[in-house]
């Protein structure tokens, strides 16, 4: 076969680099920025044909130094640091470092906060994994399933805008709660996406769960057993695709996720195909979950009905309104932004379950105003190392699907 | 029988004796510190005890505390034992100018990176390590950005006036 080959290109006077017939491998460049990855991230891939032989993954690209940053900024100011992670799903990120806050500094919230934060973070999950499994699609090659459910997604950003007043990087709530009670624009939003969605979800499962071309991608590539798969680090819905019931909400609960009734899907051979149906029947578990956590609002009565945060004023940013003229609220504003209230000093770690995984945050406080150290454990960042190990031996065209069906996102990975 | 924090312990100091130190259960988790050499016989002890079985890795990193002489950086394990739902969090500290400690990676594929991470932003040489190089930092860097040596730019400076950018 060389020898055929090196004739040949003697023959007809083809100059090559020297070795590279007798190599017969290929190296190949998937990323940085290449419309299959996602995101920048590179893989360099030695292939055979179509067969990767070997991979090699740099990530790092959109390194921004935050736990650097966070050693300098206050608690409330690290929030919008923690947008940027995971930025499909950025309010569990903003919600999982109010809830480290709290346990460090002991507050307390109410359920109506608990409840309300449930309902958002079940939003965020859903749209994460829209996302992620949609685009599954589109690299499998059905691209409208991608723009259909985009619809669905934004009357989420919708609610989000009403309570936050922004999208995508949300900032949402404060240590202690929520920045103002839920309107009632927000609720219909709400109650327009519970109604609408699960209809567009049914066909979107449709399109593609029993889609005998997506059955034929996605069955048997990048599969993993849920021995390595734990020996690596995974978390999330990757993980339970390869059948380990690990959730961070039913074995470590917080928010008082304790009070819901949902079931943990899991999968068995933890290809592309189970972490597909995984976040499909987990997007139906959220939406039961947020149905039931709107219904425990309803329940509240009177004044308790009106609570959104926690009764701290010594952490609880007041609303800017009431700084300008109640004396209390400026006092507390000026304490809190100026760095005078007591932070306990101690280490805490703190972890929720984000889009992709268990995010964790690790703060070490000395006692000033900002942390001593802030380590955030980035799930995405821990399990993309088996990606070589995934794709190896598998077609070039898998390496891309694998690659979605992971939610690799690049500011979660890079922090 | 559950697991308890005590149990823990106690397992712990049969083993090691007093090699084991400063327990201590900051917010519920079990923290303990161990000689930086000691590491890998505790981290596979810890692995293996049919009682114990902590072999899910969360989460490791590096502390750098500059005040405390001949261990200024402390290399952090968070391990979880999925089984019995129980958390615990190790530490071992080091020296500044001898940064070695022995690698995970033989016991957690998940180490390789979080190792590597470590090293970049810290420098804690990982000795045993199958590719240590930096991460997310570029190759070219020559010192290691987390330590408490570099502090951030003050914001208030005003050299460093530009026109385009302002500041």
Known sequence: MTEDLLQHSREHNIKLPEGSIEKQTTTLNLGPTHPATHGVFQNILEVDGERIISAEATVGYIHRAFEKIAERRPLYQITPLTDRLNYCSSPINNMGWHMTCEKLLGVTTPKRVDYLRVIIMELARITDHVICNSVIGVDTGALSVFLYVMQYRELVYEIYEEICGSRLTTNIGRIGGFERNFNATAWNKLEKFLKEFPGALKEFENLLQRNRIFIDRTVGAGPITGERALNYGFTGPNLRATGVDYDVRVQTPYSSYQDFDFAIPVGTTGDVYDRWLVRNQEMWESLKIIKQAYQKIQEFKGEEAEVFHANVPEYYLPPKQEVYTKMEALIWHFKIVMGETEIPAGEVYHSVEGGNGELGFYLISDGGRSPYRLHFRRPCFIYYQAYPELIKNAMLADAVIVMSSLNLIAGEMDA | ?167
């Open chain 2, 1 to 167: 029988m559950e697991l308890t924090n005590e149990h823990i312990k106690t397992r712990l100091t049969e083993k090691f004796g007093d090699q084991v130190s400063d327990f201590v259960e900051p917010y519920g988790m079990l923290t303990f510190e161990a000689p930086k050499g000691l590491n890998l016989k505790v981290l596979q002890f810890l692995y293996d005890d049919p009682e114990l079985r902590f072999r899910f890795l969360t989460d490791l990193q590096a502390v750098h505390y500059p005040e405390n002489k001949e261990r200024e950086l402390a290399v952090v394990y968070h391990l979880h034992n999925l089984t019995d739902n129980v958390r615990i969090r190790f530490k071992i500290f080091t020296a500044i100018e001898s940064p070695d400690v022995y690698t995970a990676t033989q016991l957690y594929a998940c180490a390789n990176w979080m190792e590597r991470e470590t090293y970049d932003f810290f420098g804690v040489n990982f000795i045993g390590h199958p590719d240590l190089k930096r991460i997310l930092n570029v190759e070219e860097m020559d010192y290691f950005p987390m330590r408490k040596e570099f502090p951030l730019e003050d914001q208030t400076r005003i050299d460093k006036d530009d026109d385009m950018f302002g500041r």
